[in-house]
């Protein structure tokens, strides 16, 4: 992907493409224009010798403390180097990739300050495909993602450790390899760098484009679950969802119906005794549109996060003004985060309750467990024991983080967003619950089995066809184990997005 940073609204469908591959990115002339007015501006402050925050100061309580202008190099990175105290698991090279790109859209908006070398050596890192090792853990969110960023920044200035291709190396080798130069940091530069909510958008983006790929895998599996009950799909009626009027209700049900559109198994049982289904069946559009609204919101956050200034202070060429603020403080993505991490939540959840349907003879009218002999055989039991088990985990992850708050920096930053792990601990979650949708389209796969001759719609045969290559159906007891993980890795990697691409908010062109 190539891509000119160039002042203009980086949109959800270009962040979700460099989250997926490597990119090219370049500063338009635009962009050159303004990070050099702001540049040059903070030299005449300097020059000047007007004390202020992060330029000629020290950071945190000790802002107070003024720095000599012989000092202000060493300044710079002796913040990127005392602030990189981040542990835990290293972020994955799509995140920091993200977090990279993000941070170029960021400070080529003109308002941070820095050189345009230095933006130009981010750009160098992400055209290279050199990413810096940086740990998950160590971030409140409210100076913005101070220690994670600081890895990163470490990288530019030759410290500390990058992947390449896989590997991971000494950050100066990293450069030395790609041709590229350890950065000197001028005034600002490092604070710049660090100040700011990419790690925690990043995280979050990544999170959000996952849940699209899920909740599309999600409406498969429920219209499979539907038809394999022998299900009625007269609550997708769009009269219905029209009266109530919500958009993310009205398009899940269009899905739905498109999917199941031509059943031959649906057509069977047309005049049937059955007055209603289950909610889990029933309630589909209900509850997956809610879901879906809220995945369209939090798309809306991320989309204006990831194009945002979030570092301070704030250099405003055009009243010649350097301004303190909190743009840093990342609260809006611990919210946006925290409303997600629901919807994943209840994604999972209703889909453990299609598969808690299935295995129940007295409400599917299927074979109990859904296999033949059962007694010899067990069929899925445990297989929907294992989706409650992560349906059940999901609860305890989806408390909000940003409920809670420990003051750091001897109380200079009093309050804190906690938005880094509140994104972070997504991911857990979408891992449970590719899991359970997994599960569930091989259970209704193989209820489905059960009504040939009678097929199900084009579409969901298609889908079953393909589930088959994956896993063969269900004929007498083995370990599912390893088609469980199979089917949940390329729902992940967006196998059934395409079916609901046009109501996915990064997915829709």
Request: aromatic letters at 4%; proline letters at 4%; glycine letters at 8%.
């Amino acid at each position: 992907m190539k891509l000119v940073i160039n002042n203009q609204l980086v949109t959800l469908d270009v962040l979700r493409l460099a989250w997926r591959e490597a990119a090219q990115v370049s500063i338009g002339d635009g962009a050159k224009v303004r990070i050099a007015e702001s540049n040059e501006l903070v030299q005449d402050v300097v020059a000047g010798g007007d004390r202020i925050y992060g330029l000629n100061t020290g950071f945190g309580q000790l802002a107070q403390v003024r720095i000599d202008t012989d000092q202000l190099a060493k300044l710079q990175e002796n913040l990127v180097r005392s602030h990189a105290v981040g542990v835990g698991e290293i972020l994955s090279d799509e995140i920091v990739r993200l977090v990279m790109l993000m941070k170029v859209i960021a400070l080529a908006e003109g308002f941070s300050g820095v050189r345009l070398e230095l933006v130009e050596a981010l750009c160098g890192l992400i055209n290279n495909e050199i990413y810096p090792c940086i740990p998950s853990q160590g971030s409140v969110g409210a100076s913005g993602d101070l220690a994670p960023l600081a890895h990163m920044a470490s990288t530019l200035i030759g410290v500390g450790e990058a992947r390449v291709n896989g590997t991971v190396v000494p950050a100066s080798q990293a450069l030395e390899q790609a041709g590229l130069s350890p950065v000197t940091l001028g005034p600002k530069e490092g604070l710049a760098l660090l100040n700011g909510t990419q790690v925690s958008t990043a995280l979050a983006l990544a999170a959000v484009f996952r849940t699209e790929n899920l909740l599309a895998a999600g409406l498969m599996a429920g219209a499979m679950s539907a038809d394999a009950i022998q299900g009625s799909d007269t609550p997708f009626d769009k009269r219905i969802q029209n009266v109530r009027g919500h958009g993310g209700q009205i398009a899940v049900a269009g899905v739905l119906r498109e999917l199941m559109q031509g059943s031959d198994i649906r057509a069977s049982h047309i005049e049937c005794e059955r007055v209603q289904d289950p909610y889990s069946i029933r309630c589909q559009p209900q509850v997956m549109g809610a879901c879906l609204d809220v995945v369209r919101h939090v798309c809306s956050v991320l989309e204006t996060e990831a194009n945002a200034v979030t570092d301070n202070p704030l250099v405003f060429t055009d009243s010649k003004s350097v301004l303190s603020g909190g743009n840093f403080h990342a609260e809006p993505v611990a919210l946006a985060a925290d409303y997600l991490a629901l919807s994943i939540a209840e994604i999972g959840a209703l889909s453990e309750r299609r598969i808690a349907l299935l295995i129940d003879s007295h409400m599917s009218g299927l074979p109990a467990f859904l296999v033949r002999d059962g007694g010899v055989n067990s069929g899925f039991m445990m297989a929907q024991v294992t989706a409650a088990a992560l349906a059940s985990e999901n609860k305890s992850h989806a408390h909000p983080a940003s409920v809670d708050s420990l003051p750091t920096s001897a109380n200079q930053e009093d309050h804190v967003s906690m938005a880094t792990f509140a994104a972070r601990r997504l991911h857990a979650m979408l891992d449970n619950v590719a899991n359970i949708i997994a599960i569930e389209l091989l259970a209704a796969a193989q209820g489905i089995d059960f009504h040939h001759p009678k097929k199900s719609s084009p579409i969901l045969e298609t889908v079953i066809e393909g589930l088959r290559k994956i896993s063969p159906a269900y004929d007498e007891d083995r370990s599912l184990s390893v088609d469980i993980q199979r089917v949940a890795a390329s729902i992940d990697q967006g196998a059934y997005a395409d079916y609901a691409a046009s109501v996915l908010p990064s997915l829709r062109t």
